[in-house]
Nanobody, 127 residues
């Protein structure tokens, strides 16, 4: 019912910045009814929560690992979710996934609440 496509990943040196975008498409429920989130998975690691944003963008939640460095935002007029990443570090290297939750009105770290997932965009940070 909902297609999510990430873009904007790439290779940067430590201290650099990248902006990831997630384009949402599909017919049925409006984009505004989905709480959106970002997750990431590095080789050998489990998928972990990064950031989440509420339906109207008024509430945001970040993992301790990225708090103060990453900013999540959304443009409901364009059905786009963004993740601005600054001061990137090698530990940020991972495949980043966009996800959508139709059931949570507020940001959530619970992966089971996200029913739709993109295929991921690779972020690689060199030291």
């Amino acid at each position: 019912q909902l297609l999510l496509v990430e873009s904007g990943g790439g290779l940067v040196q430590a201290g650099g910045s990248l902006r990831l975008s997630c384009a949402a498409s599909g017919r049925g429920r409006p984009f505004t009814t989905y709480t959106m989130g970002w997750f990431r998975q590095a080789p050998g690691n489990e998928r972990e929560f990064v950031a989440s944003i509420s339906w109207n963008g008024g509430n945001q939640l970040y993992s301790d690992a990225v708090k103060g460095r990453f900013t999540v935002s959304r443009d409901n007029t364009k059905n786009i979710l963004d993740l601005q990443m600054t001061d990137l570090q090698p530990d940020d290297t991972a495949l980043y996934y966009c996800a959508a939750s139709p059931s949570s009105p507020l940001p959530t770290v619970i992966q089971g609440r996200y029913n739709y997932w993109g295929r991921g965009s690779q972020v690689t940070v060199s030291s």
